[in-house]
């Protein structure tokens, strides 16, 4: 039985955690003071330059480097409070004016100190494996590995500078744009309750997944003539963000779309390509998901906006406080540790509720161990949303124990393995509502477990192969009309479907509001995390004081590649093999829905 846990708890963030007085006052003194402190640090090593040389005062450089890493960095406090003010609202013209300032300081900052990286990037191979090897600088090795590999990519000092100062205008200003535009939409709609009302984007994107047909059918009619609006404005922006990308790859001489991705997630393209291989090859099992759940639901088929609806008898609505009561008792029973980080999150750490100007979706927000971890939920009662809530804390308690052992150089950890802490307590709070649960509520689950299985790992794949097709045809052109874009969406997308799912009219624009296309790449890693995740928690159900395992993993950080990191707990990341038994767990669910629906004759 679920752990009845009088946890304290808000619905929104205090701010106040990262500065003490969120006013201008205090604003302009953290920019000040961080300012200061980089600028000290670049006054004092570019007249000093023995650290290219001397493996004793690179050890003193990067423990002060380090040091500024874990204290502010470049952005600061004021940095991160208006990443997260912006988050919660987009609209407040303060905001905006307040973060492009501490973002333009940012890049100064960030220019200044390039010198540093570059100059250590650039050194000879001879002096590179001499670092490499020195007892010294041990605790930086992996670090100056990830930096001598990324050196064979970087620019000199000055075109590093041009590409930082102008990356707002030729790119960032792109990438934010339709989502803006989105989050200030109101459309007016009726929902399950029967009330015609004014709603925005998110609370469409929830209502398209009703198990009212008529309600889902009118948000999906709405949400395609919304996005039929902005599809000319969102088309500009998508090939301004492949030109940028097509214009850094030739400059800093990648091979590939996705090479830099892989470069910075320390992941060889050779993994990611047995990943998206093994994962491509079974796209059967999607399929017959979506054909076992169009039987379920009556129809011959579903319609493209219906694969999420959820099926049986799960129609109860979680409260928040039901979901922060039932994830804290899993998370009690995994570990002492994730318990009291998830009560210290909650406490004022969580914002709850969707709001116009409110970005979408959901996140996990770190910076530097210097300040909290903050988590983003648009939380609308739903089963969804529980696990929601459970994988974004996967990723805050996977923050938390970093800053147990990781440095601020090694604090932070690439997608692929963040992903593997959102996915594994996502898991265990299915399982746990799967005890108890009567048989007619497991199918329920079992299909709601499928569905996000085939959502986080066949469909990121997807995805990911439609991101590839598109950079690659847009190189290939020069341009991609929008009739293109949705050509090639609705391609991929119905090759993991299947003649199940109806790729309906309205769905080809369907890429509008999808972050990632505009971030490049990352999709991958949600299906990488998942399916290590999967093999992790094998071993904790079969011996729970394998958790440790566990945590050595997440406390880890970027001290090492994943594929060490993994190797230390017995993983081979590179085998095919182990990407297949991940792959056999989902079919496995799936053939246990099948004997459910059987059983039900």
Same mark, same amino acid.
């Given at each position: ?104 300081? =940012? ?25 490499? $090897? ?10 100056? !590995? *990830? ?76 949400? $395609? ?10 088309? =500009? ?25 892989? *470069? ?43 694969? $999420? ?12 406080? !039901?979901?922060?009561?039932? =994830?804290?008792? #899993? ?7 994730? !318990? ?5 999150? #909650? ?30 939920? $648009? ?89 590839? !097709? ?132």
């Amino acid at each position: 039985m679920t752990k009845k846990n009088n946890i304290a708890h808000s619905k929104s963030w205090n701010l106040k955690k990262i500065l003490d007085l969120p006013d201008q006052a205090a604003i302009d003194t953290d920019l000040a003071s961080t300012k200061k402190a980089v600028l000290v640090f670049v006054d004092k090593w570019k007249k000093d330059d023995e650290y290219l040389r001397d493996p004793a005062v690179l050890a003193k450089a990067l423990s002060e480097y380090e040091r500024l890493s874990a204290d502010c960095g470049v952005s600061g406090a004021a940095g991160f409070y208006y990443s997260l003010a912006y988050a919660v609202d987009s609209l407040d013209e303060n905001i905006k004016k307040g973060m492009n300032m501490a973002s333009r300081q =940012a890049k100064d900052l960030s220019n200044a100190l390039q010198f540093f990286s570059l100059g250590l990037s650039k050194i000879d191979t001879k002096k590179q494996q001499e670092f490499l $090897n020195d007892p010294q600088l041990a605790p930086y090795r992996h670090f100056l !590995e *990830m930096l001598f590999l990324e050196g064979k990519h970087t620019l000199s000092e000055g075109q590093e500078r041009v590409l930082t100062l102008t990356s707002s205008a030729s790119y960032g200003n792109w990438a934010r744009l339709t989502g803006e535009l989105l989050a200030k939409e109101q459309i007016t709609l009726t929902g399950e309750d029967g009330k015609q009302k004014q709603r925005s984007f998110e609370e469409v994107m929830t209502l398209i997944s009703s198990r009212k047909k008529p309600v889902r059918d009118k948000a999906a009619s709405a949400l $395609n003539s919304t996005l039929d609006r902005y599809v000319d404005v969102a088309t =500009a922006e998508l090939n301004s963000i492949l030109e940028y990308h097509r214009v850094t790859d030739t400059l800093r001489g990648f091979d590939r779309p996705d090479a830099s991705r892989h *470069m910075g997630d320390d992941v060889d393209s050779e993994v990611v390509d047995a990943l998206t291989e093994a994962v491509s090859a079974d796209f059967g099992v999607a399929k017959d998901y979506y054909t076992l759940k169009a039987r379920l639901m009556g129809q011959k088929k579903l319609a493209y906006h219906e694969r $999420n609806v959820e099926y049986g008898g799960i129609d109860k609505k979680f409260s928040y406080d !039901e979901a922060v009561t039932l =994830a804290g008792g #899993v998370f009690a029973d995994l570990d002492p540790e994730f !318990e009291q980080a998830f009560k210290r999150l #909650v406490s004022t750490q969580v914002d709850v509720l969707p709001a116009r100007g409110k970005r979408g979706g959901a996140f996990c927000a770190w910076d530097s161990l210097a300040h909290p971890t903050f988590v983003f939920l $648009n939380y609308t009662n739903e089963l969804r949303d529980v696990t929601t809530l459970a994988h974004e804390m996967g990723h805050a308690i996977h923050a938390e124990l970093m800053r147990k052992k990781c440095d601020g150089l090694s604090f932070g950890a690439p997608t692929s393995i963040a992903e593997v802490a959102s996915t594994f307590m996502e898991d265990f709070v299915y399982r746990r509502l799967m005890n108890e649960a009567s048989q007619e509520q497991k199918l329920s689950l079992h299909i709601s477990r499928l569905n996000d299985d085939v959502s986080t790992i066949y469909r990121q794949i997807a995805a990911y192969r439609f991101e590839y !097709e598109l950079h690659e045809a847009y190189r290939a052109s020069g341009y991609l009309s929008s009739s293109e874009i949705g050509s090639l969406f609705q391609k991929h997308m119905a090759s993991y479907m299947g003649p199940a799912v109806e790729q309906s009219k309205g769905s080809e624009n369907w890429w509008l509001y999808w972050s990632h296309i505009r971030y490049y790449f990352y999709n991958y890693s949600y299906a990488f995390g998942l399916l290590i995740s999967k093999a992790l928690q094998a071993r904790v159900i079969d011996d729970p004081t394998a958790i440790a395992q566990v945590k050595q993993v997440f406390e880890a950080g970027s001290s090492a590649s994943p594929r060490e990191i993994f190797a230390g707990i017995g993983i081979d990341i590179a085998s095919k093999e182990f990407w297949l038994q991940g792959l056999g767990q989902v079919k496995h669910t799936l053939e246990q829905a099948q004997k459910l629906v059987k059983n039900k004759k």
